[in-house]
T-cell receptor, first 112, second 115 residues
Framework: KQEVTQIPAALSVPEGENLVLNCSFT??????LQWFRQDPGKGLTSLLL?????REQTSGRLNASLDKSSGRSTLYIAASQPGDSATYLC???????????FGTGTRLKVLA | EAGVVQSPRYKIIEKKQPVAFWCNPI?????LYWYLQNLGQGPELLIR????????DSQLPKDRFSAERLKGVDSTLKIQPAELGDSAVYLC?????????????FGPGTRLTVL
């Protein structure tokens, strides 16, 4: 059974800092992995999707990497801003299914 | 382009009462998902539809939960009777499974409080 863990559970950083959020999963037979952002009281917004054959994806200040063999993904946020404050969730798509297993998220606060 | 629409946004009911949530997916998306999100947790899949067919409902507590997706567009999730432990956010998402990317687009959710 796939299990997804995100560390740290919460993170507080000053504005401008580069930061890394971690996601680990137990079963390396994955289809893809997505990083989502969730603002308080809102739904989830997809940030980056990495297919199992890819190593990384980039969008603006965000870069996500995937290492299937070690069961890890990282989300790198460059030059953080207060508007980046949110909960970041990673979700692992099972091979051959459309089922996503979510981590519990990292709650990020960027201080002005 | 309109996103996934859910209503109501908030619902407060007493235990043992019935409740229903409605979802309208993004136009053209044939796959629809209902998720349950407890406070401080990630979403957990309840049911997935491909058009009108429920292709994965293994996590749906069928003794009190039911769902339908008539005509393969809108969907309704019902709880009857509601229990205290059902208090959570119910998220609907949709995707176009033929896109090859499987990106799921989420609605804002319905926050249910059972008293």
């Amino acid at each position: 059974k796939q299990e997804v863990t995100q560390i740290p559970a919460a993170l507080s950083v000053p504005e401008g800092e580069n930061l890394v959020l971690n996601c680990s999963f137990t079963d390396s037979a994955i289809y893809n992995l997505q990083w989502f952002r969730q603002d308080p009281g809102k739904g989830l917004t997809s940030l980056l999707l990495i297919q199992s054959s890819q190593r990384e994806q980039t969008s603006g200040r965000l870069n996500a990497s995937l290492d299937k063999s070690s069961g890890r993904s990282t989300l790198y946020i460059a030059a953080s801003q207060p508007g980046d404050s949110a909960t970041y969730l990673c979700a692992v798509g099972g091979s051959g299914t459309y089922k996503y297993i979510f981590g519990t998220g990292t709650r990020l606060k960027v201080l002005a | 382009e309109a996103g996934v629409v859910q209503s109501p946004r908030y619902k407060i009911i007493e235990k043992k009462q019935p409740v229903a949530f409605w979802c309208n997916p993004i136009s053209g998306h044939n796959t629809l998902y209902w998720y349950l999100q407890n406070l401080g947790q990630g979403p957990e899949l309840l049911i997935r539809y491909e058009n009108e067919e429920a292709v994965d409902d293994s996590q749906l507590p069928k003794d009190r939960f039911s769902a339908e997706r008539l005509k393969g567009v809108d969907s309704t999730l019902k709880i009857q009777p509601a229990e205290l432990g059902d208090s959570a956010v119910y998220l609907c998402a949709s995707s176009f499974s033929g896109s090859g990317t499987d990106t799921q687009y989420f609605g804002p959710g319905t926050r249910l409080t059972v008293l």
